[in-house]
């Protein structure tokens, strides 16, 4: 079956232990959804392989780059807190140089003891991810059957990697994006695959831009999962590996009630018939309960884009998927399109399951305000900007260099140790961006968008037209690390400033990050950092 079925069964019950593997990173053509195109392979796999592992496991995994293209790779593990291991957090332009060809670096770190849920790993390196350096990341929670006395109520969990996929590399994307060509319009994806494998109809091509296509036919797609898992209680991790779209899924004969969001944190929900917006980068577990089905209604996953951006003529905004192995003779039911689907889950809504305890005020406010510009001064050449800095990385990372180095490019507010803070994100462009967080998972306290006009929040403003005060959640707001904030609005997330380190902010739309859309925040120690990581510095050195 395509979906990837999990293990829990293997990690649950034993002690915490450690897991080693050897990653050896090439490239090569394959067709995922019938064009060809040059991806990245991790021991010849596309996407990379998935690890699963328990809290309180040891990672150490060997990452060698064999790419003969002679681009650096690293990788990030997404939604870990990597505690006491920022040199592990795969951030190039923060916490590591990038790794050379031929050059192999030990990604060696704990899994907090604190954290279970549906993680992934992906490059952070340049736009790699764009083009299938990623991969699963499922950190089992440890349970004592005995001493519960019931099991989990589902039997199995399956893994589905869903994402937007382009024909072109991400790197020539990036570069249509950034240029003046591209007048500042989102780059539209060409199709959706779900680990790893597509669609796509040949004849849809733009002429301009001649693609190596094989129309792959409805028999040919495998089912996501196998039939025994039919009539049964399946627990699903989803997770955006994309670039770009945010999407909305829906099963047909069947509901998925929300469990968790991002880094395993449970949430509130009744069983929907459709869950959404999944933005880049964010995950949600979804218990799948079947209808009264039978084989013979062929159900099917539907993704439904956010309309929020630009259709593209080659890609279809609604694509199904099927759920089970399908037999030549039964017709395939029509996409539902958003209007059919009567109960809809939307995720920014969602709430803690459980009451949180929260002070009622935060001791510092980081206000930011992110936004896509086109200056004279850069040539007219869209870039993203962090208050009134565009980040791009220096040649050494910021944890090998004293503050006083760092450059012009790095935005970086400095954080005291266990400090509360607020982080007030306000958007000014017209679609949203989903901010990524790395080393912490944050309380969302309020989220605002604007259909009309400008929605921005400063807190240190008096008068009430440049400051819409916000009702903010103390009571049961959901925990996150990837947060979307909505086009012409903000959000605010609050945190304790418990994990030292420098760890990045920024959008994870991956053109957005790559041109600029990036931050830092600095969290406890000396404020000068002048005790560098010297490890780092080595590691550029021998790269
Ligand atoms: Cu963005």
Redo the contacts with the bound molecule.
């Keep these: 079956m395509l979906g990837i079925r999990l293990h829990p069964q293997d990690h649950m019950s034993r002690p915490p232990t450690t897991l080693t593997h050897h990653w050896n990173i090439t490239a090569g053509y394959r067709s995922p959804d019938g064009v060809r195109k040059k991806v990245y392979l991790v021991n010849d796999l596309f996407p990379g392989p998935t690890i699963e592992c328990r809290s309180g496991d040891r990672l150490v995994i060997h990452v060698t780059n064999s790419l003969d293209s002679r681009e650096g790779v690293s990788i990030h593990w997404h939604g870990l807190g990597m505690r006491n291991a920022i040199n592990m957090d795969g951030a190039v332009g923060f916490t590591q140089c990038a790794i050379a060809t031929d050059k192999t670096f030990v990604y060696d770190f704990v899994v907090d003891l604190e954290q279970a849920g549906t993680f992934w790993w992906h490059a952070h390196s340049q736009v790699e991810r764009g083009d299938g350096m990623y991969g699963g990341l499922v950190v089992h929670k440890p349970v004592d059957f005995k001493s519960e006395g019931k099991g989990p109520g589902y039997k199995d969990e399956v893994l589905f990697l869903v994402g937007d996929w382009y024909h072109r590399s991400a790197e020539e994307v990036l570069g249509w994006y950034t240029s003046v060509r591209g007048f500042g319009n989102e780059p539209v994806p060409d199709s959706m695959l779900i680990n790893g494998r597509g669609t796509f109809d040949c004849s849809m091509a733009a002429p301009a831009r001649p693609v190596e296509c094989v129309n792959i036919g409805r028999n040919q797609f495998p089912g996501l999962l196998t039939p025994d898992l039919m009539n049964t209680t399946t627990r699903l991790r989803l997770v955006n590996v994309g670039s770009l779209a945010g999407f909305t899924i829906q099963i047909s004969s069947a509901k998925l009630t929300p469990l968790t969001v991002d880094s395993g944190f449970s949430i509130t929900g009744a069983a929907p018939d459709s869950v959404g917006i999944i933005y880049p980068g964010e995950r949600v577990d979804l218990l799948l309960t079947w209808d009264d089905t039978s084989p013979a209604t062929s159900p099917r996953l539907h993704i439904s884009l956010d309309p929020e951006h630009y259709t593209n003529s080659a890609l279809r905004p609604n694509q199904s998927f099927p759920m089970f192995p399908v037999s030549s003779n039964i017709p395939t039911p029509p996409p539902s399109p958003a209007s059919m689907i009567r109960n809809h889950f939307d995720l920014s809504s969602a709430t803690s399951r459980h009451p949180i305890s929260l002070p009622e005020a935060a001791q510092q406010t980081i206000l930011l305000y992110t936004k896509t510009q086109k200056l004279s001064i850069s040539a007219n050449h869209p870039q ?1 900007f962090m208050n009134r800095t565009s980040w791009s990385p220096q040649s050494a990372p910021l944890l090998s260099l004293p503050r006083s180095a760092w450059d012009e490019n790095q935005l970086i507010p400095y954080i005291p140790s266990d400090a509360w803070v607020d982080i007030v994100i306000n958007n000014l462009d017209d ?1 949203s ?2 901010f990524h967080l790395h080393g912490y998972s944050f309380y969302v306290l309020a989220s605002h968008r604007s259909e009309n006009g400008w929605g921005s929040y400063n807190p240190y403003s008096t008068s009430g037209a440049s400051s819409i005060a916000p009702v903010m959640n103390l009571r049961n707001p959901v925990k996150k690390d990837t947060v979307s904030v909505p086009r012409r609005g903000y959000v605010v997330i609050r945190l304790k400033a418990d994990n030292e380190g420098i760890w990045m902010l920024h ?3 991956l053109f ?1 990050q790559g041109s600029g ?1 990036a931050m830092g925040i600095h969290v406890g120690g000396d404020e000068r950092h002048a005790g560098v990581d010297l490890g780092a510095r080595e590691f550029c050195e021998s790269a």
């Design positions: 993203g679609g961006h989903p959008c994870h739309v957005h859309m």
